[in-house]
Nanobody, 121 residues
Framework: QVRLVESGGGLVQAEDSLRLTCVASGRRASNYDMAWYRQAPGKEREIVDSIRFSFRGDIISYADSVKGRFTISRDSAKHTMYLQMSRLRPEETAIYYC????????????WGQGTQVTVSA
C-alpha cells in the first residue's frame, strides 16, 4: 500500500511558476509508474504528465497543453516526484493530484489529497 502527499500549491499570477511536490511512502515507492492529474472546478480529472519506471531511465510523457512549460521529475532516493510548472495560465486553476498508475498505462490506482493551484489573470 502506498500513501501519497502532495504539496506546493498556492495562488499565483498568470505567467508565474510553481513547483509541486509529491512524497510517496510504502513498499517499492521509488519504482512506481506515476502521473500528475488535475481537476478544475466542474470538470473531470485530466492527466497532466506521467513518468514510467524503466531500468534504462524514466519514460516521461506530457499532455500537449503543458509541453514546453511543465517538467515532471523524481528523486527515487527520496521517494519524491516533482512538477515544475512555468508560464501558468488561469485555466490551469485546479486541484493537482499525484497518482500511482498501472504500469505502462495512465490508469490511476490511487492518489493523494491533492494540492490547490490557483492562477489569477
Amino acid at each position: 500500500q502506498v500513501r501519497l502527499v502532495e504539496s506546493g500549491g498556492g495562488l499565483v499570477q498568470a505567467e508565474d511558476s510553481l513547483r509541486l511536490t509529491c512524497v510517496a511512502s510504502g513498499r517499492r515507492a521509488s519504482n512506481y509508474d506515476m502521473a500528475w492529474y488535475r481537476q478544475a472546478p466542474g470538470k473531470e480529472r485530466e492527466i497532466v504528465d506521467s513518468i514510467r519506471f524503466s531500468f534504462r531511465g524514466d519514460i516521461i510523457s506530457y499532455a500537449d497543453s503543458v509541453k514546453g512549460r511543465f517538467t515532471i521529475s523524481r528523486d527515487s532516493a527520496k521517494h519524491t516526484m516533482y512538477l515544475q510548472m512555468s508560464r501558468l495560465r488561469p485555466e490551469e486553476t485546479a486541484i493537482y493530484y499525484c497518482d500511482v498508475v498501472i504500469p505502462d498505462t495512465v490508469e490511476s490506482i490511487c492518489w493523494g489529497q491533492g494540492t490547490q493551484v490557483t492562477v489569477s489573470a
